[in-house]
């Protein structure tokens, strides 16, 4: 049946017989096989020539392998001290950083401890009436530098705005020193040539005597070390002698002996004597004021006369350093005795008109070593020097 069906499917042929196909040719051509053989030979060869032409290589394949192995060897510890080097460095980098955290944070701390003395000498310098810009307050960044530096990365930012606290503390704190310094300089200054002009020269401190020392040593090439010591110190003496002149202020004689606002009906020198109406010297100046008007002392002394005295009824002496004497006539009542020491103002007896005098007022007189000379010249410089009493 298959035959019968094959027979009947294929084709007929001119014999009668059906006729097979011929099946397709399959695989490389003898000419592609022999290219490509040839090809591979000839990268084969030139490969071995390369391996055995390479310097390293050759130097295996002649027996020099020691020589290539110690090379690389080299290499290999070269690139090893290379990131050493750079490892340190690093490291290095990141000391050198901490170092100056460190650095700046022991700054600040001792930059705080002398900003206290900084401030305490302006509130002294306040106090002794010396009126100079406010020194700014301690902020509370500044106040917790040292604990933020401490949690502080180290990077050159941080550094930077650390440094930069450092410095503006420092400038601050100059800055109110020098204008304390200033003021108190001048203000000395201002008073001492005033009381030179009466003829009284304040003691003022000597402050060259303080200990100070230790051993000699070559200055160093480093930079100065921030210190406001030696500005304090400076402040320091510069308030010393300002308190000292200015307690001359309160010492000296120079004081108006009333209270209250007067005029003056006398001055000091020749004038028309009030009973001969001819001319004579007053050896003092005269304020006219109300019986009973309290008188004061016109500086800091002792009291060495209270009684009677020709021509000045009721007087009331007062012994005051440098040779200088205060008198206050024609009084009505004396409230000190002979040997007290007073103060500059101290109640020490009441207007009169006792002695020689037409009606109630005071005479005061200042003697220098026994001279008199004119008041009116000490109470100009009392009320000169005045604003630095604070009255």
């Known amino acids: 049946m298959r035959h019968k069906s094959e027979s009947a499917a294929a084709p007929a042929t001119g014999f009668g017989r059906p006729q097979r196909k011929a099946p397709a040719r399959t695989g490389i051509s003898p000419k592609l096989f022999y290219g490509l053989f040839a090809t591979l030979l000839a990268s084969n060869a030139l490969t071995l020539v390369g391996f055995l032409m390479a310097p390293d290589i050759s130097r295996l394949m002649n027996g020099q392998n020691e020589i290539v192995f110690g090379a690389y060897e080299d290499r ?40 206290q003395y900084v401030k305490q000498l302006a509130e002294k310098a306040a ?19 040292p604990l933020v530096m401490g949690s502080l990365a180290g990077g050159p930012g941080d550094i930077a ?44 401190p ?42 001359a202020i309160d010492l000296a004689p120079i004081h108006k002996p009333i209270g209250i606002s007067v005029r003056i009906s006398s001055g000091f020198g020749n004038r028309s004597d009030p009973f001969t109406r001819g001319r004579a010297f007053h050896a003092g100046i005269d304020f006219p004021a109300p019986t009973g008007t309290t008188v004061l002392s016109a500086g800091y002394g002792k009291v060495t006369f209270v009684g009677q005295k020709s021509g000045y009824g009721n007087l009331v002496e007062v012994t005051h350093g440098g040779g200088l004497v205060t008198r206050y006539g024609h009084l009505s009542a004396f409230l000190v005795e002979q040997g007290q020491v007073v103060n500059t103002g101290s109640p020490i007896a009441k207007v009169g008109s006792t002695g020689r005098s037409t009606g109630p007022h005071l005479h005061f007189e200042v003697r220098r070593n026994d ?11 009392g009320k000169k020097l005045k604003r630095f009493l604070g009255a």
């Not at 001492?192 to 002009?197: G, S, T």
């Not at 304090?232 to 003496?237: D, K």
């Open 76 to 115: 290999i510890a070269q690139l090893r001290i290379e990131v050493d080097r750079l490892q340190s460095r690093h490291f290095a980098q990141a000391g050198d950083i901490n170092l100056q955290l460190q650095e700046l944070t022991q700054q600040q701390e001792v930059l705080l401890e002398q900003h």
């Open 127 to 145: 106090e002794l009436g010396i009126k100079t810009a406010d020194l700014k307050p301690e902020t509370e960044d500044e106040a917790q530098l």
């Open 161 to 204: 705005a650390v440094a930069g606290s450092v410095k503006a503390m420092m400038d601050d704190s100059r800055l109110a020193l020098a204008a304390i310094s200033e003021e108190a300089t001048s203000s000395t200054d201002e008073i001492v040539d005033e009381l030179k002009r009466i003829g009284i020269r304040p003691k003022m």
């Open 206 to 247: 000597d402050l060259s005597g303080d200990a100070i020392g230790g051993p000699y040593l070559p200055p160093t090439d480093g930079p100065a070390t921030e210190s406001l010591v030696d500005d304090a110190n400076a402040v320091y003496e510069a308030l010393s002698r300002f308190k000292a002149a200015k307690g």
């Open 371 to 381: 001279a008199a000379v004119d008041p009116a010249g000490y109470l100009a410089v």
